[in-house]
């Protein structure tokens, strides 16, 4: 039971971490992004994405593979969230060096 108990703390511990995580790099993606609409549609869907893999890691019926997939997955969508943003990030930087050049 004790045991039960850590493995349970560890997975809601590292849920609620990543799941901030992804959010936070979702708010960060989303200042590229003009059109309201769309970037409330993508909040949403981030929300939607979390708030699903959470509800698998805090549920005692799921099984700890279960759990450990949802944190993989949330792992990976901050990791194409992370790429989209250096994507961008890189794109403005040359487009303000072009500006600054000519």
């Known amino acids: 039971m004790y045991i039960n108990n850590r493995s ?3 997975f ?3 849920g609620a971490l990543t799941a901030k995580s992804v959010t936070e790099a979702a ?5 590229f992004i003009e059109n309201f609409s769309v970037k409330h549609k993508f909040q949403n869907e981030i929300k939607k994405l979390t708030d699903h893999n959470l509800g698998i890691i ?9 759990k ?3 944190i993989q997955d ?3 969508e901050k990791l194409y969230l992370s790429k989209q943003k250096n ?3 890189l794109k403005l930087r040359n ?5 600054l050049m000519f």
Do not use: V
């Not at 805090?58 to 279960?66: A, I, N, V, Y």
């Open 8 to 10: 349970n703390d560890y």
């Open 12 to 14: 809601s511990s590292m």
């Open 27 to 31: 708010l960060t993606s989303s200042r």
């Open 58 to 66: 805090l549920s005692k019926s799921s099984s700890e593979s279960s």
């Open 68 to 70: 450990s997939q949802a």
């Open 74 to 76: 949330l792992k990976q």
């Open 87 to 89: 994507t961008h990030s």
């Open 95 to 99: 487009k303000m060096i072009h500006i």
